[in-house]
């Protein structure tokens, strides 16, 4: 016998399995009822029953994968998870950390805070250094340039899948402009607060009853004492929005989102925030010229070039426009230069000069003018406040236009000395020759057309031209969705992230303040109804099993029995891959359980740190939080696939 050839470890890992390929009971009786449907009455009612057992089967599949999917929708962007307070501190001292790497030229401390964000990606040095130099220590230019660079595409293109890397980078830059995206969507909507409505309550008089028994029946209104102030409804109404919303296009809201010359605006604003720190006017290698040149002659020439370095501004203006002068040179006067002017003359105008009288200076005798008389003077003439000139219009309008004009400033084109509406021909173009329009000459009856268009022009022109704007929507008719995606629109002007980020106006932190900003405060009704949907959202999470299943080491029996201590590197290779491959699993399923659980809790007061802290002990966002058990160890018999740890290990 020849010696057995064990296979290698990749052909180990093509024929892995998790379950055994045998048919369930239920399809294997259904199969023997319909064979043997003729020896037995009640095979035909069995094989109906377990028909209607695969059917129900299939009928609950779907309800689970519709809920799993309404749960994922609920969730936000395909791309967003929320963050712990640990990630959040790391995003906070991002740029300090930009900073001293970029000073010391090695990424240390940028590759400690991407893994403490839970980044497992090797990233090259040359990529992490080329980022942060093109960021001007932005923490959210950084990963911005970073994802740009490893996946090759933009924050702002949807990707139809998002990795676990990616969703922590595409959160990071939610978290990062957060306060500030809500700071100025507060500005955005602000509003001045109305003036409270004061009800005039009708005083009660004590009245004189008209009855016989006298005056003993006579009321007497006391008003009640009271130390607390009345509650007006109209405090818990929010405040109406400062302006209007406008409509947008799908088209143009995602050239908005695509148009990246925000970081431009938010590379100047850092610049500006680091030139604001820097205290010192001259940097430490670079003392002033008067300290550098001991030599007095060396200094005064370094002051004359300084001299030279100045622009000369003219000191005195023309103070009439028809005053003509040549600027011979420039002149040092006092250290500063000034211009020296040749030629100033007087140019004729229509007006009359004023003479102030004759000045003698080195026996010259110069004519002095302080001003103009206009001459003639400008004169509009308008009609009275009792103008009756629209009375006027009767049956006789054309008679009426013929012999007279309006001095009003209304519109009577009788004789056509503006434009024409209607274009009777069109002239010669290289695609063609001049053509006469004849329907509209021949066919045109212009009396009747040219009263209507007269009357109706002269009765608008006594107001102004209307100005153009933008087509508006009241905000209460819009879903909080499309009223976020108007606010984000409006924000891409800005040095923002998240208005640049695909289907930002999903998430829920921000939907949640439009809602509270255009609805209010929640009432105790709707907030029992988001309770029990929750809860509802709750029962169907506890029916998703987020648990992975070790693979079997799929070794067959002729392969065990020439198993020798050879194979040993063999199975301990096959062990850990299949180990790693179990783990990764394990976790990134974790992660999507957490993802998934925190949308019930949008309604509760989260925000807080404590509540972070709580939720994701239990629930860790984070690979590196996760602690699982092995399941190929033999000391071990674990009751549960998995475990979880404090985030402060």
């Not at 009928?59 to 998870?81: D, H, I, N, Q």
């Not at 009788?414 to 066919?443: M, S, V």
């Not at 009432?523 to 987020?546: A, G, N, T, Y």
Request: charged fraction near 30%; glycine fraction near 4%; hydrophobic fraction near 35%.
């Amino acid at each position: 016998m020849g010696k057995y050839k064990m296979p290698t470890v990749q052909q180990f890992l093509e024929k892995k399995i998790i379950y055994d390929k045998k048919e369930p009971v239920w399809v294997y009786l259904e199969r023997e009822m319909r064979q043997n449907v003729d020896k037995k009455p009640y095979n035909e009612k069995v094989g109906a029953w377990l028909k209607f057992l695969r059917d129900l089967k299939y009928f609950f599949y779907c309800e689970a994968k519709r809920k799993y999917k309404r749960l994922c929708t609920e969730v936000g962007p395909p791309w967003y998870f929320e963050l712990s307070s640990s990630q959040r501190e790391v995003l906070h001292d991002l740029k300090i950390n930009i900073h001293q790497d970029l000073l010391e030229d090695i990424p240390r401390r940028i590759r400690k805070s991407l893994s403490d964000l839970g980044v497992t990606l090797k990233i090259p040095k040359s990529v992490l250094m080329k980022a942060m130099t093109n960021s001007i220590e932005d923490p959210g230019v950084f990963i911005w340039n970073l994802y740009t660079e490893y996946y090759k595409k933009p924050p702002s293109e949807l990707r139809p899948v998002y990795d676990m890397n990616s969703m922590i980078l595409m959160s990071s830059l939610v978290f990062i402009d957060l306060d500030e995206c809500i700071e100025r969507l507060e500005k955005l909507t602000a509003c001045e607060k109305l003036p409270p409505t004061i009800k005039e309550e009708k005083q009660k008089r004590n009245t004189q009853p008209k009855v016989r028994y006298g005056e003993y029946l006579q009321k007497c209104y006391i008003p009640c004492y009271s130390n607390h102030s009345k509650k007006s409804p109209d405090k818990d109404k929010p405040l109406p929005l400062g302006y209007k919303v406008r409509l947008r296009s799908v088209e143009s809201y995602e050239k908005l989102t695509r148009d990246h010359s925000f970081l431009e605006k938010r590379k100047e604003r850092n610049t500006k925030q680091k030139q604001e720190e820097r205290v010192c006017n001259y940097k430490f290698w670079e003392p002033p010229s008067t300290l550098r040149n001991r030599d007095p002659k060396l200094a005064a020439m370094a002051n004359k070039l300084r001299e030279m370095k100045k622009k000369a501004k003219p000191k005195y203006k023309a103070p009439y426009k028809n005053v003509q002068y040549n600027v011979g040179g420039v002149a040092f006067c006092g250290g500063r230069p000034s211009y020296i002017l040749n030629g100033v003359n007087l140019l004729p105008t229509g007006y009359i000069p004023i003479n102030a009288g004759i000045v003698t200076m080195k026996g010259e005798q110069v004519i002095t003018i302080i001003g103009f008389w206009k001459y003639p003077r400008l004169f509009v003439e308008k009609c009275d406040e009792t103008c009756d000139c629209l009375e006027k219009w009767d049956d006789s309008v054309m008679e009426y236009l013929k012999t007279s004009k309006c001095k009003c400033g209304h519109l009577y084109d009788f004789k056509n000395q503006g434009k024409t509406k209607e274009k009777f021909f069109y002239p010669p173009t290289r695609h063609g020759k001049l053509w006469f329009d004849q329907a509209k000459i021949y066919q045109l009856d212009p009396m009747e057309d040219f009263i209507r268009d007269t009357v109706k022009d002269a009765l608008m022109s006594t107001d102004p031209t209307p100005e153009p704007s933008m087509p508006t929507i009241s905000p209460s008719g819009l879903k909080l969705q499309d009223l976020l995606e108007a606010f984000l629109a409006d924000l891409s002007d800005t040095p923002l992230l998240i208005p640049h980020l695909p289907k930002a106006n999903l998430l829920n932190n921000l939907l949640e303040w439009v809602r509270k900003r255009v609805k209010g405060k929640i009432s105790p009704e709707e907030h029992k109804r988001l309770i029990l949907q929750s809860q509802r959202r709750w029962l169907d999470l506890k029916h998703v099993d987020f648990r992975a299943i070790a693979y079997r080491i799929p070794f067959t029996l002729k392969q065990l029995e020439h198993m020798n201590w050879s194979h040993r590197h063999l199975v301990q290779k096959l062990f850990k891959i299949l180990l790693d491959d179990f783990v990764t699993r394990n976790r990134l399923n974790q992660l999507t359980q957490t993802r998934l659980w925190w949308t019930t809790t949008k309604y509760d007061t989260y925000p807080s740190k404590a509540f972070l802290d709580i939720f994701f002990t239990y629930m860790p966002g984070r690979m590196k939080d996760t602690f699982l058990i092995n399941p190929y160890s033999s000391e071990l018999t674990p009751k549960y696939g998995a475990k979880t740890c404090p985030l402060g290990n």
